[in-house]
Antibody, heavy 122, light 108 residues
Framework: EVQLVESGGGLVKPGGSLRLSCAAS????????MNWVRQAPGKGLEWVGR??????????DYAAPVKGRFSISRDDSRRTLYLQINSLKTEDTAVYYC?????????????WGQGTLVTVSS | EIVLTQSPGTLSLSPGERATLSCRTS???????LGWYQQRPGQAPRLLIY???SRATGIPDRFSGSGSGTDFTLTISRLEPEDFAVYYC?????????FGGGTKVEIK
């Protein structure tokens, strides 16, 4: 069974930093493309970014609103995905989900974690 | 960047009725990369439909997807109580992956 468990959310002041984690099990994590999606309170889904597997460069790409402040990485030995968020803004307040994106480009987000809440407030 | 526009914003229906949700893209896209997700209150989204018309694993056959070009549709043939939720379409052919704004299906 595929399991994705996010952690690391919490209350942070504007300008602060946070690192979210997503522990994965039940599928071939090292070969999987992994995504982060966020959802502000009462709003819709917003794709944040994704990271390819190491055999496909391991490169990450990002949505325009977060580029330069967010960084996605992975530790395949720990089967864990990370999202480093810097220079936090109030508008970054959201539930952050990790989701699998298959093993190649053009795959839907077929499994999701339960999310971790990030609240940015002074 | 391609924009996905979902309509209506809210659909008020009774259990047993048919629901028809629309997703329009700002330019023609390949149907191979159009998906639909369901999000129940307080839960994570889950994949319903991929490739515009293929049901994901475990999805009941009352859910169906169709469409091509710029117009796509999610149909729920007979609404069950657990189907009252928010539905999102998504284009996943390339970065940035984009979601529509969502359609809420509520109990009338």
């Amino acid at each position: 069974e595929v399991q994705l468990v996010e952690s690391g959310g919490g209350l942070v002041k504007p300008g602060g930093s946070l690192r979210l984690s997503c522990a994965a099990s039940g599928f071939g994590f090292p070969n999987a493309w992994m995504n982060w999606v966020r959802q502000a309170p009462g709003k819709g889904l917003e794709w944040v970014g994704r990271i390819k597997d190491q055999t496909d460069s391991g490169a990450a790409d990002y949505a325009a609103p977060v580029k330069g402040r967010f960084s996605i990485s992975r530790d395949d030995s720990r089967r864990t995905l990370y999202l480093q968020i810097n220079s936090l803004k109030t508008e970054d307040t959201a539930v952050y989900y990790c989701a699998t994106g298959g093993y190649v480009n053009g795959w839907p987000l077929d499994h999701w974690g339960q999310g971790t809440l990030v609240t940015v407030s002074s | 960047e391609i924009v996905l526009t979902q309509s209506p914003g809210t659909l008020s229906l009774s259990p047993g009725e048919r629901a028809t949700l629309s997703c329009r893209t700002s330019q023609s896209v390949s149907s191979s990369y159009l998906g639909w997700y369901q999000q129940r209150p307080g839960q994570a989204p889950r994949l319903l439909i991929y490739g515009a018309s293929s049901r994901a694993t475990g999805i009941p056959d009352r859910f169906s997807g169709s469409g091509s070009g710029t117009d796509f549709t999610l149909t729920i043939s007979r609404l069950e109580p657990e189907d009252f939720a928010v539905y999102y379409c998504q284009l996943y052919d390339r970065s940035p992956l984009t979601f529509g704004g969502g359609t809420k299906v509520e109990i009338k």
